[in-house]
């Protein structure tokens, strides 16, 4: 719930700038590693619907997440692979600790709004 | 109308975190983070550590819990200053709660400063406060597997306190088996075994900190 809220609060700042009186849909990218769970968020931004607490989100309001898949790097054969969470393990050598490529990430793409 | 943001969300928070650090900073104290899930022991290690470092050091606690002041009013009973938060339904601390609660603590006057997180292996994990360590009490009741099944809970910790351990005979807990899925996680981050109860131990963590407060004091 927080999470959602920080990034909404963001949103809706920013829409008030560009004089826009609601939100329509919001996207989010969401990396597989970054421990965010796209469910919680989807229930997070119901209920904010829902509540209307948050100036410019509204019950027609859409969410999109992007999936960002992981992507570590191994620090002794350089393949590049899928990680299951941290445990990043080559599945070519068998080496622990590969390096985080990408997935961590948690943003606001974009959002729409009228 | 579309509008690109490209805006990490997080953003807002590691600025307050590194406004909490620059004061942290200037008045050399440090500040360490302390995480776990409900009852792990977090108050009691800290009602200890309060007790046996208070004659050498001038302590803090910040207490962060859903409601209630009952932590706070239990560190405050060791002879040290605490102040309570209450989130009011928020299951972690954020640097910006922290931040509002600064002009209570005098950090001028703080030689170490511990923030008590609130009880969640989850949450918390993704907030820096701008301390100097985060560090997490793992109990032996709980079992192994919380180390794999909270991966980012052990990755941005660097120490591990495993307490309760005059339990561990009481219960399946792997000493070894804890150091190994941590080195899995984080190569950088270690175990330390103790028990807040008996004392066993406990003298590993009180030298950590004295040594973590002596390098604070040379940045």
């Known amino acids: ?114 | 109308m579309k509008i690109t943001l490209e805006k990490d969300v997080m953003e807002n928070n590691d600025r307050a975190a590194e406004f909490n650090r620059q004061l942290f900073r200037q008045s050399k104290t440090l500040v360490i983070n302390i995480m776990s899930s409900p009852g792990a022991g977090k108050t009691t290690i800290l009602e200890k550590t309060a007790a046996a470092l208070s004659g050498q050091f001038r302590i803090a606690v910040i207490e962060g819990d859903i409601a209630t002041e009952r932590d706070a009013d239990r560190v405050r009973a060791t002879g040290v200053r605490a102040v309570q938060i209450a989130t009011e339904g928020e299951c972690h601390l954020d640097p910006r709660m922290i931040a509002k609660v600064l002009p209570d603590i005098n950090l001028e006057e703080t030689d170490i400063l511990f923030i008590e997180n609130v009880g969640n292996l989850v949450c918390p994990s993704e907030f820096d406060l701008g301390q100097d360590h985060r560090i997490v009490v793992l109990s032996t009741p709980e079992g192994n597997d919380k180390i794999p099944k909270y991966p980012l809970m052990f990755h941005v910790t660097e120490l591990a306190l495993i307490n309760k351990i005059d339990l561990l005979s009481y219960t399946s807990f792997d000493l070894e088996k804890a150091q190994e899925d941590l080195r899995g996680i984080n190569p950088s981050s270690r175990i330390m075994p103790l028990s807040a109860r008996t004392g066993e131990g406990f003298d590993d963590w009180l030298n950590w900190v004295k040594e973590a407060y002596q390098a604070c004091q040379k940045r």
């Open chain 1, 1 to 114: 719930m927080g999470l959602m809220e920080e990034a909404l609060q963001m949103v809706s700042e920013d829409a008030e700038k560009h004089g826009l009186e609601t939100i329509d849909k919001v996207s989010l990218i969401v990396g597989d590693l970054s421990n965010v769970l796209p469910d919680a968020l989807r229930f997070a931004f119901d209920a904010f619907c829902k509540t209307g607490e948050i100036p410019r989100i509204g019950e027609r309001a859409q969410l999109e997440i992007i999936r960002e898949r992981g992507l570590a790097r191994c620090a002794l054969c350089g393949k590049e692979y899928e990680p299951s969470e941290y445990l990043a393990l080559c599945p070519e050598c068998d080496m622990p600790f590969g390096v985080i490529q990408s997935g961590e990430t948690f943003k606001i793409e974009s959002y729409e709004g009228s």
